[in-house]
């Protein structure tokens, strides 16, 4: 089970913090993953990281802007989100899979586990 949290409506330029918190213990082997649907778009990858924390990867879309972590204590991952844009406005989504090395988990269809989304909204 995975909770998202920390939405809100923002201005260009603000911050904001999202948490997703999992309800089941997670293993270096999962990889953790943000998601996000603007209306009328498909849904788009964001950001990952490994449980273990070795590796992240982020759509180039925020790159610089937005950081993904994880708190292993608190079996949470977060997504720092930077310089907001009014494109970045979407629900956003936690989701985790299995991390198989030297693969690049982008698509949506590739991941069984989801959150609810937590609504991000930025206007200018």
């Known amino acids: 089970q995975l909770q998202a949290s920390g939405g809100g409506s923002v201005r260009t330029g603000d911050s904001l913090r999202l948490s997703c918190a999992a309800s089941?213990?997670?293993?270096?082997?999962?990889?953790m993953s943000w998601f996000r649907q603007a209306p009328g778009k498909e849904r788009e990858f964001v950001a990952a990281?490994?449980?273990?924390?070795?590796?992240?990867y982020y759509a180039d879309s925020v790159k610089g802007r937005f950081t993904i972590s994880r708190d292993k204590a608190k079996n949470t991952v977060y997504l720092q989100m930077n310089s907001l844009k009014p494109e970045d406005t979407a629900v956003y989504y936690c989701?985790?899979?299995?991390?198989?090395?030297?693969?690049?988990?982008?698509?949506?269809?590739?991941?069984?586990?989801w959150g609810q989304g937590t609504q991000v909204t930025v206007s200018s």
């Open positions: 990281i490994r449980w273990s924390g070795v590796t992240t």
């Open positions: 989701a985790t899979r299995t991390y198989y090395s030297g693969q690049y988990y982008t698509e949506g269809n590739e991941y069984p586990y």
């Open positions: 089941v213990q997670l293993f270096n082997s999962y990889l």
